[in-house]
């Protein structure tokens, strides 16, 4: 590990460790049942966020600023996607496969999504590059909370209407789902207040914040529930 930064070095650990994580969640979850699409979606959500730390591993050994910066925005829009699929997810358990799967609207909001995620690449010098760390504008940054922001209070919406209508049993267990997302929900956010350096010494905070991806990706996982 010559002329690695301490940087690197513990990043690098700790990403591997993430990544491995969340791919074997996300093959736990489809050996569940593979066809039902709810899983699918939950299993996509833990493999986007999965990709989306890969991106980070690479361009954390990177020195060239464009291929930082390119990365650094498809890794975030890796996240977007992956709190996406947690909605159709749970959107699935609400109304049914056959409602949301099967339904052009569904893929309306899929391409809506997308443009949505490509509006935030075109943002003008959304994302500069120090020392070769990525940092964004205030602009940039405001609209990846509204956007995560927006796609949270959904997923807890439907949580909420969803809860409703479960067996004590169920409800006990789609609050872990909830809890999972609101650690989830912290820990992002938190990343995205330190990529707009806008606080003196955040960074120490954000390490702090970012242990709780691990736990919500557990809590996320325990759960997935699914309606007979």
């Known amino acids: 590990m010559d002329g690695l930064t301490p940087r690197q070095i513990n990043f690098g650990v700790g990403f591997s460790i993430i990544v491995v994580f969340t791919i074997v969640l996300g093959i736990l979850i489809l050996r569940k049942d593979a066809k039902y699409w709810a899983n699918r979606f939950f299993a996509l959500t833990f493999f986007f966020f999965?990709?989306?730390?890969?991106?980070?591993?690479?361009?954390?050994?990177?020195y060239n600023p464009l291929v930082i910066a390119i990365l650094n925005y498809l890794s975030v829009s890796c996240i977007t996607s992956g709190t996406t699929c947690l909605l159709l997810?749970?959107?699935v358990i609400y109304k049914g496969e056959d409602v949301i799967v099967r339904n052009y609207l569904t893929y309306l909001f899929i391409i809506l999504m997308g443009v949505i995620i490509l509006i935030h690449g075109l943002i003008p010098n959304g994302v500069r590059i120090e020392f070769n760390i990525p940092k964004w504008s205030i602009t940039f940054g405001l609209y990846?909370?509204?956007l995560g922001q927006s796609i949270f209070f959904?997923?807890?919406y439907f949580?909420?209407?969803?809860?409703?209508?479960?067996?004590?049993?169920?409800q006990k267990k789609l609050k872990y789902f909830v809890i999972g997302l609101i650690f989830s929900n912290i820990s992002i956010t938190s990343i995205v207040i330190k990529n707009m350096d806008i606080i003196a010494?955040?960074?120490q905070i954000d390490s702090i914040f970012n242990l709780?991806?691990?736990?919500?990706f557990?809590?996320?996982y325990f759960g997935i529930i699914r309606r007979q």
Do not use: W
């Open 218 to 220: 557990i809590f996320i």
């Open 159 to 170: 949580s909420f209407k969803l809860h409703q209508e479960l067996t004590p049993p169920m």
């Open 89 to 91: 997810g749970i959107l």
């Open 201 to 203: 010494g955040y960074q």
């Open 144 to 146: 990846q909370i509204i």
């Open 212 to 216: 709780m991806m691990i736990f919500s």
């Open 50 to 62: 999965g990709a989306g730390i890969v991106l980070n591993l690479i361009y954390l050994f990177s």
């Open 154 to 156: 959904s997923i807890v």
